[in-house]
């Protein structure tokens, strides 16, 4: 599937998505995603003893209503 393909992916808010498909979805480098972490925006479950992290698609979807858009002119 192309970048495009992705992006046009909707996000399922019931899914539990990796590191990768969230940065994918949201078209930030996994660097970013990881400061969206480590920041609060995004929250994330992380079973002990494992380093797979999981990500909701509800927590995608709640962080993208709380973004505030700016329009640069």
């Given amino acids: ?3 495009d393909g992705d992006r046009k992916r909707s996000i399922n808010p019931e899914a539990v998505y990796s590191r990768q498909e969230a940065a994918e979805m949201l078209g ?3 660097s970013t995603l990881k400061k969206l972490i480590n920041a609060g925006y995004l929250r994330v479950s992380q079973p ?3 380093r797979r992290i999981f990500i909701r ?3 995608i979807l709640a962080m ?3 973004t505030v858009v700016e329009r640069r002119g």
């Fill in 48 to 50: 002990v003893g494992l």
């Fill in 28 to 30: 930030v480098s996994l």
């Fill in 57 to 59: 698609g509800e927590s």
């Fill in 64 to 66: 993208l209503d709380q």
């Fill in 1 to 3: 599937m192309s970048v």
